[in-house]
């Protein structure tokens, strides 16, 4: 398994940066798509409603996309951090609606060391089990920290796409929240840590680094 990621990686770092290509999209019909580039989608997961009601959003799930081989994919965590066909992607999504963001100093095309850089991080970061418990650790992750941790690890200058919140910052009084904490803390006999850091898909999707590219 080991010997067959470091092929994979192989390959992705070999392709050049900034390849284009136009993949369908919602209403807004396609969509202009460059490596390093974030999706968001509406999920479908079971989670999703009560995401919606912390973040007053939608958009609850992200990935970062990257070309192989003519090929869409998109690195994302579900069960674990993995590569998924972008088509498959965007099948997670209501309508199969997304947004693309787009690094501002990659505006025109990307750093092609960065490029590198980030690919080498993502591919790195593969296997990792989907963090249930949003915690910020480097043994499991969930979506939009794996997103954030890409960027901040891996390109020089370690951008913070977003400043972290707490959990205390968010809305977790509504009931689908409560139902959600029930579940996964509650019932595993865990204490939420109200002062765990936390970067959410919504937070991402507001980043000031990022700029929204027009379908």
Not at 161 to 183: M, T, V
Request: glycine share 6%.
């Amino acid at each position: 398994m080991k010997n067959l990621k470091r092929v994979i990686a192989a390959v992705f770092l070999l392709l050049p940066p900034g390849a284009f290509a136009l993949e369908p999209g919602g209403p807004g019909g396609a969509s202009r798509l460059q490596e390093g580039d974030l999706v968001f989608i509406r999920s479908k997961s079971a989670q999703s409603p009560a995401l919606e009601e912390v973040m007053g959003s939608s958009w609850t799930h992200v990935g970062i996309a990257l070309l192989n081989n003519s090929s869409w994919f998109v690195a994302e965590t579900a069960a674990e951090s993995s590569l998924t066909p972008l088509s498959k992607f965007l099948d997670k999504s209501r309508g199969r609606d997304f947004l693309v963001k787009r690094f501002k100093p990659w505006s025109k095309r990307p750093d092609k060391k960065g490029l590198a850089l980030l690919k080498e991080w993502l591919l790195a970061n593969q296997g990792k089990k989907y963090d249930i418990y949003f915690e910020w650790s480097d043994t499991a992750f969930y979506c939009s920290e794996y997103a954030w941790k890409a960027y901040n690890s891996a390109l020089p200058g370690h951008p913070v796409l977003s400043a972290p919140q707490k959990f205390s910052d968010l809305k977790l009084d509504g009931p689908l929240a409560k139902e959600l904490i029930r579940k996964r803390y509650i019932a595993a006999g865990k204490r939420l840590n109200m002062d765990e850091p936390i970067v959410t898909p919504s937070a991402l999707l507001n980043s000031g680094l990022l700029r929204s590219v027009t379908p």
